[in-house]
């Protein structure tokens, strides 16, 4: 590799982050206001600008709004960026942690581990795993329970990351797939047990 290849990589690495965001975050724009993109079409085809709806963000509290029960129904807002955060507890421990169905399993830090009971060695760290980042290094294990609201599955599989590697802890399919149903609706996400 150049000297001089290295930025170029960087820059080329964080355009294709930029798009792949962007891409991911058009059908929850769809999902929570249809008229937006409807609108959006409209004024490229027929080539004058459509009024879109007002949008307003509301403050945001720093920690995630906690779920609202409606019996083994769980209902979770989005936050100003789209993403579905929550409280949940892992093993009993309460973890704040975020939505993604992009990603296959839970996913947690070393951090969260060892706050909810797994003790880790770093030969434990012998798997490979995919980010957006790059490939790093994560220890597979299982969580013995994971709870939203009155939603409760046992043996979860996850994935363990480096603090460094993972900052927000994240609920993927290893535990939306044991549902009866998720789904994204005006901004909010509905869990059914």
Request: charged fraction near 15%.
């Amino acid at each position: 590799m150049g000297l001089h290849e290295g930025p170029f990589m960087l820059r080329k690495l964080l355009i294709l982050g930029v798009f792949a965001g962007t891409s991911a975050s058009i059908p929850i724009v769809y999902q929570s206001n249809p008229q937006i993109l409807d609108n959006l079409l409209k004024s490229t085809v027929a080539g004058k600008p459509q009024p879109q709806p007002e949008l307003s963000l509301a403050s945001v509290p720093d920690k995630p709004a906690a779920p609202l029960p409606t019996g083994r129904k769980v209902l979770v807002a989005a936050d100003e960026r789209g993403h579905f955060t929550s409280a949940f507890k892992l093993n009993g421990r309460q973890v704040d942690g975020m939505i993604d169905t992009g990603a296959t399993l839970v996913a947690i830090n070393t951090s969260t581990a060892r706050r909810i009971g797994i003790s880790l060695n770093p030969s434990d760290f012998s798997h490979q795993v995919n980010t957006a980042n790059g490939a790093i290094r994560a220890a597979v294990v299982n969580i013995d329970r994971l709870q939203i609201g009155k939603i409760s599955v046992d043996n979860i599989q996850a994935v363990v990351l480096d603090d460094k590697a993972l900052r927000t802890n994240l609920i993927g399919m290893s535990f939306l797939q044991r549902l009866a149903k998720y789904q994204v609706e005006n901004g909010t996400l509905l869990l059914v047990q």
